[in-house]
């Protein structure tokens, strides 16, 4: 079966850090573009981070310079550090697989599919 699996989500205070990862099944993580999502209560999903088939990196402005997302084709995961975590960084982190690479620069959501479960992140004052 083809899908995603997140983990690695959690509880932290502000300023911490977590690192959650994206688990490929069913297909060769290396020809595909990975991204990360994540949506807040009562909002829309919201582009973070992806990373392309060849390795470029896209972020979106509101963790620029604090998130990373890097990936293991060995081991099908892709990984997304966040570091200097904030309260308005809480909510349901999901990743998707890129149709192809082209929206992984556009972090545009309806480019992705493939959604895993996603993980909880909540950080606390």
């Known amino acids: 079966q083809i899908q995603l699996h997140e983990s690695g989500g959690g509880m932290v205070r502000a300023g911490g850090s977590l690192r959650l990862s994206c688990t490929a099944s069913?297909?060769?993580?290396?020809?595909?573009?990975i991204g990360w999502f994540r949506q807040a209560p009562g909002k829309g999903r919201e582009g973070v981070g992806c990373i392309s088939s060849d390795s470029r990196t896209y972020y979106g402005e509101s963790v620029e310079g604090r998130f990373a997302v890097s990936r293991d084709n060995a081991k099908r995961t892709v990984y997304l550090e966040m570091n200097s975590l904030q309260p308005e960084d809480t909510g349901v982190y999901y990743c998707?697989?890129?149709?192809?690479?082209?929206?992984?620069?556009?972090?545009?959501?309806?480019?992705?599919?493939?959604w895993g479960q996603g993980a909880q992140v909540a950080v606390q004052v």
């Open positions: 069913g297909f060769d993580l290396d020809a595909w573009a």
């Open positions: 998707g697989r890129d149709y192809s690479d082209y929206g992984c620069p556009h972090l545009e959501s309806v480019s992705f599919h493939l």
